[in-house]
């Protein structure tokens, strides 16, 4: 199958399209490299150009870089396009754009129209915020998190977001907080369109395993979206556990780095934790299994059984200091031979769930059973 992925969430698109292309579909992404992180793409992708409106100072110039930015986007994107798709991937609903000379970055709704009047099924992921997310997740355990998102979405925008859950086949979502929004959402419009979560893939193929152990114990958490991972609870968590064990614990707090190079800075991360504030693993927890690491993050019963799988290696925490400090101080208290088997369970866990391939091979079936 011809494969075009709209959107990309911290590699998400990358790694799917590693497995998509193992299994013999050739898969092109329309993306802007997820900002900061200037994810890499190769030729047969196309990375379209985000205006910034703080670009320039002038406000004239600021004007006429808008424009053009527009132009060329449009003009990129229409020749991009020309090609004949057999399934449209869109990861989120956020990157379709209402007209075609909106300064927004994205696949203008006219567009994505045309693709599905011509035949072409699509597909959407719940992955990221939308307007179900915000509303039904606060009646979830962590649904405070989502208060500060009540007024991101416009009545303009809510009516787009229906009118693409109304075009897609299916609805993926990547976890339990998106599974039951979606489910719950517009007087259970879409239940039938919502299928079980599937986790997000990572190339553990090509990833080396990494969990070696120095004179210090090195834990990492990535700054990026501090409120959305509850990483307030974390990092305060982390500076308590290194006061108390300044010989034996080493911090590492990377932030907004672009993809490649945040990747690069983890071979010696000994526990990597992803955030406090969800009930299963996002892209963080992923790249940390892979690399055979211990992971702390989102790890709960309910999101564990929508998904399909008891045993998941990663130790659940909660926008609480003293539980994350305690679980970091359980893992720092075992003998180094017990940290070497977590890190195993990891690095196993991966390779039988969340590998590229794998995971592209349940999208594979979706998009065939409902093409």
């Given amino acids: 199958m011809n494969i075009l992925i709209v959107g990309e969430f911290s590699g998400f698109s990358k790694n799917l399209k590693v497995g998509l292309n193992e299994l013999g579909h050739k898969v092109s992404i329309m993306s802007t490299g997820d900002n900061f992180k200037k994810i890499k793409i190769d030729e047969s992708d196309i990375n379209i150009l985000k205006y910034y409106t703080k670009r320039l100072n002038n406000k004239y110039l600021n004007f006429i870089f808008r424009i053009i930015i527009v132009y060329l986007n449009r003009v990129r994107l229409k020749l991009f396009l020309k090609k004949n798709y057999d399934i449209i991937f869109l990861l989120n609903a956020g990157f379709i754009v209402p007209g075609i000379f909106s300064i927004k970055a994205g696949l203008p709704l006219k567009w994505l129209k045309k693709f599905i009047i011509k035949g072409t099924p699509l597909f959407l992921s719940a992955c990221g915020l939308s307007p179900a997310l915000v509303k039904h997740a606060k009646e979830l355990k962590y649904g405070f998190a989502y208060n500060k998102y009540e007024s991101l979405y416009n009545d303009k925008d809510i009516r787009q977001f229906e009118s693409i ?19 719950k959402y517009n007087s259970y419009s879409y239940i039938n369109k919502v299928v079980r979560p599937i986790l997000l893939p990572y190339d553990v193929s090509n990833t080396r395993y990494t969990y070696y152990e ?12 501090y409120d959305a991972k509850g990483s ?27 993809y490649e190079d945040y990747l690069a800075c983890l071979d010696k991360t000994n526990i990597f934790i992803d955030q406090c504030l969800g009930y299963g693993m996002g892209v963080n927890a992923s790249i940390g299994l892979a690399m055979g690491k211990i992971v702390l993050g989102g790890c ?7 998904i399909g799988i008891d045993a998941v290696p990663v130790i659940n925490i909660e926008p609480n200091v003293d539980q994350i400090y305690n679980e970091l101080e359980k893992l720092i208290l075992l003998p180094s031979e017990a940290r070497f088997k977590i890190s195993l369970s990891s690095r196993e866990f991966a390779e039988k769930y969340i590998d590229s391939k794998i995971i592209a091979k349940k999208y594979e079936q979706i998009f065939i059973d409902n093409k």
């Fill in 214 to 225: 120095t004179d210090k114990i090195i834990i990492t958490h990535g700054i990026n979206r």
């Fill in 300 to 306: 709960e019963e309910e999101n564990n059984k929508s």
């Fill in 232 to 258: 307030k609870y974390i990092l305060e968590a982390m500076h308590k556990i290194k006061n108390k064990y300044p010989e034996s614990v080493d911090l590492f707090i990377p932030e907004h780095l672009p």
């Fill in 165 to 183: 859950c109304e075009l897609c086949k299916k609805i993926i979502p990547m976890d339990y907080e998106n599974e039951y929004s979606l489910k």
